[in-house]
């Protein structure tokens, strides 16, 4: 597929989360199951922003590193430090995140999605992803994957 294709295009993580986001408000608004208890918002508001703060905290060290943050790209850097030392995929983590705070706020009903969506993710970019980090970094990947979880 052409990376410049309207399908490759389309076919990005924010794309995916966007599309699970509008699930989600979408049983939420035309199909309540189980609506979020009021009490349980301010909890949904608690995820969504620690996703917000690690998607910015992972952003810093592509940027620190000068390595390319776009999917299927080869890396530049083997990124180790910060949320990195925590988890392998802390943007990927961050978006799920997101999605789970805001079903935490709309409708429990839609929790599934979650999993859902991180098994799409690990399926349709972590593997690849890995997979070039193994390719461009070898014994350093295998070390840092024997160390440090694919989500946390």
């Not at 294709?5 to 199909?31: E, F, G, K, N, R």
């Not at 609506?35 to 910015?56: D, E, K, M, T, W």
Request: charged share 15%.
């Amino acid at each position: 597929m052409n990376p410049k294709s309207p399908a490759a295009l389309a076919d990005t993580p924010p794309v995916w989360l966007l599309v699970a986001i509008a699930l989600a408000y979408a049983q939420a608004t035309w199909i309540p199951l189980w609506p979020a208890p009021q009490a349980l918002r301010p909890v949904g508001v608690a995820v969504i922003a620690v996703g917000l703060g690690l998607f910015i905290l992972a952003v810093r060290e592509f940027r620190r590193h000068r390595t390319s943050i776009i999917p299927r790209q080869s890396p530049a850097a083997l990124l180790t430090v910060g949320p990195y030392s925590l988890s392998r995929n802390p943007i990927y983590l961050a978006d799920a995140l997101l999605l789970a705070g805001l079903i935490l706020r709309w409708d429990l009903a839609a929790l599934p999605l979650v999993p859902a969506f991180m098994v799409l993710i690990s399926r349709r970019f972590i593997a690849g992803e890995e997979a070039g980090c193994d390719a461009a970094f070898g014994p350093a990947w295998a070390a840092y994957a024997g160390r440090v979880r694919r989500w946390l």
